[in-house]
């Protein structure tokens, strides 16, 4: 009897412990913290970002091709956010998210992507943002400089902002991009307008996103800039100009 109730007792603790080693797996999947994100969630949530991504690029350039829309007629324009409705209205057809168009439909990103430990929200936090008159210099036509040399090459570009830091290292992970040691690269100056000005088919000087030379990559914000440091963000060039 008394060997069967030590055997029950270990059988209890043993049971206590697994409850209490799923609990935590289940927290850290969850992504309450952003420097506790599961590797392998963060992989697969990487990929699905950069799925995505890639069919809104590949949307865009569909509709220059087969639908003859220049770059300034493509429209991301879509029923979730509101602000990027197209002057002069667009056609369906050269509508990034309309069957008649891209074929896309906007997918807000998932809550357990993104940073929830800074407070207020910002503004942009849970969507897609697509900047109006930002350049990436060293794409296209866009040089050092672009965003002052009066010059039409900002391109149309995507970005996925507050991302956890995990995750953004991973998303670079992925795409081959340098974290320098270990960390996302940094943002010099403003990403985007401090305005979070967006989209709407008309591009002008105003801000460089100082990624050189990348079509994708996640960053940190700049100190004492928009977005701030210690925040992360994707992008995706939809349409170098």
Same mark, same amino acid.
Request: aromatic share 8%.
């Given at each position: ?34 420097? *506790? ?15 995505? /991504? @890639?069919?809104?690029? @590949?949307?865009?350039? =569909? ?18 956010? /509101?602000?990027? *409705?197209? *002057?002069?209205?667009?056609?369906? =057809? ?37 900047? /109006?008159? *930002?350049?990436?210099?060293?794409? #296209?036509? /866009? ?32 795409? #081959?991009?340098? =974290?320098?040691?270990? =960390? ?58």
């Amino acid at each position: 009897m008394k060997e069967k109730g030590s055997a029950l007792f270990i059988i209890l603790i043993a049971v206590v412990l697994f409850a209490a080693l799923a609990y935590a797996v289940s927290q850290m999947m969850r992504g309450g913290n952003p420097n *506790t994100i599961n590797i392998e969630q963060s992989r697969l949530a990487g990929n699905e970002i950069l799925a995505y /991504a @890639q069919s809104m690029r @590949q949307g865009a350039q =569909n509709i220059k091709i087969s639908n003859g829309c220049s770059d300034m007629d493509i429209s991301v324009e879509n029923s979730t956010v /509101a602000g990027y *409705t197209h *002057t002069p209205v667009a056609t369906d =057809n050269c509508k990034l998210f309309h069957n008649d168009g891209g074929g896309l439909v906007y997918q807000p990103p998932v809550a357990d992507w993104l940073d929830d430990s800074i407070s207020p929200a910002p503004a942009l936090r849970g969507q897609w943002y697509f900047p /109006a008159n *930002t350049c990436v210099p060293d794409t #296209g036509s /866009a040089e050092a400089g672009c965003d002052s040399d009066s010059v039409d090459n900002e391109a149309i570009i995507a970005v996925l902002p507050y991302l956890k830091k995990q995750l953004c290292i991973q998303v670079n992970n992925l795409l #081959g991009v340098t =974290n320098p040691g270990g =960390n996302p690269p940094v943002e010099t100056t403003d990403a985007w307008t401090a305005g979070n000005a967006k989209y709407t088919g008309a591009q002008a000087d105003a801000e460089t996103l100082d990624q050189t030379g990348k079509m994708a990559g996640c960053f940190e914000g700049a100190a004492a800039s928009n977005p701030g440091s210690g925040t992360y963000h994707f992008f995706k060039i939809l349409i170098p100009r």
